[in-house]
């Protein structure tokens, strides 16, 4: 299988919300995190991830602040708000059903036609 798989439009985001929602990540733990958790399936780049993050910061789903990294460097760490919270599950659900209506779709048989 490729390392990368091409998202669909707003998938980015909802993985993002879901990566932060784990605890505070900067920008490149956040990356790390979307692929471990995907078991290195997803790979995102940095030219994905820095524009979804001033995005939803905008949106006010996530907020951020400066801090050290674990190699003592300045980073921006970002935050899961109520309202960011609140998208993830509405995107996840939505998700979810997208993806049954889809499975049933490539499910079906001649027959059932």
Known sequence: MAKQIDLLQGTLDMLILKAVSLGPLHGYG???RIQQISKNRLEI???SLYPALYRLEHQGWIVSEWGESENNRKAKYYSLT???KRRFHAEAEKWNRMAGVIAAILGTKPEEV
């Open 45 to 47: 780049q940095q030219g």
């Open 82 to 84: 109520a309202g960011g």
């Open 30 to 32: 956040i990356l790390l």
